[in-house]
Each structure stands twice: as structure tokens, then as C-alpha cells.
């Protein structure tokens, strides 16, 4: 994977973005930024260089904030459908990719879990859970 363009859209479609490889990290953080901003147990994140990302279509939907006295922690969304997007850090050094926001299989998988000391207090882990192939019927 190393010149593939990955696409990536929010849940609306009105904002689309691509990248190409090599991709340095694809992680889990589970540190309590990141439960907020996705609104779950973890972010699962890919890290690439700037050069790298390119905004394909609705840049002008874009909303950003960046947590005051922090060095790098930002986020984008959608200002439409609220969706997690693709974030520069604040020192402009990387990209930092939600892997849900993706429309194709970046070809690479997480390689390890950050901020378990956040963890949240109630996360198991997915394998420990009864899986359903879709909702189950009630
Ligand atoms: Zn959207
Ligand atoms: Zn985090």
C-alpha cells in the first residue's frame, strides 16, 4: 500500500477527501479526547503526513476546533451532518485520519492502543461481547 488513493466522506457525502500511503500509525486512542470527540470508547485513527491528504469536494463545510493549551489536539466536522473528519494537528506536522470516515480498506490495520491508563471505565473489549451479523430482532 503505498500510492493507492484512499477516499474517505462524511455521513452526508457533501464533504469527500482522499490520501495516498504510506501510512506511518493506525491506532486506538482511548485517551478522554477522544471518547468525546467520537463519542465512543476510542478513536481508531490513521496518522499520515500533510502532504499526503487532500480535501476532494466541500471544504467550505469544514468546522474546526482546537483545545485551547494543547500542542497538537484539534478536531474537524462536518457542519452539516456532525460527522469526525480528517484533522491537521495544531503544529501542522500530520494528519490524523478516523479510519470510520473511510470509504475504502486503507490495506493496513491498527497496530496498537494508546492511553489505556484513560480507558473508559465501562469499555470491553469487542471479542469478550455476543456478536450479531446485523440488529437483532426484539
Ligand atoms: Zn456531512
Ligand atoms: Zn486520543
Request: positive net charge; charged residues 20%; contains cysteine.
Amino acid at each position: 500500500m503505498d500510492n493507492n488513493k484512499i477516499v474517505g466522506s462524511c455521513l452526508c457525502g457533501k464533504i469527500t477527501f482522499q490520501f495516498v500511503g504510506p501510512i506511518k500509525v493506525f491506532q486506538y486512542c482511548h485517551c478522554s479526547r477522544c471518547q468525546k470527540v467520537t463519542g465512543s470508547a476510542h478513536a481508531s485513527n490513521i496518522i499520515i503526513d500533510p502532504e499526503q491528504f487532500t480535501w476532494l469536494r466541500g471544504e467550505e463545510l469544514l468546522g474546526r476546533f482546537e483545545l485551547p493549551n494543547t500542542r497538537h489536539f484539534a478536531t474537524t466536522f462536518c457542519k452539516n451532518c456532525g460527522s469526525y473528519l480528517p484533522w491537521l494537528t495544531q503544529s501542522g506536522k500530520a494528519f490524523v485520519i478516523p479510519a470510520g470516515s473511510l470509504d475504502d480498506d486503507p490495506g493496513v490495520r491498527p497496530i496498537h492502543n494508546i492511553f489505556c491508563a484513560d480507558k473508559a471505565s465501562w469499555y470491553k473489549t469487542v471479542d469478550s461481547l455476543i456478536k450479531y451479523q446485523a440488529l437483532p430482532i426484539q
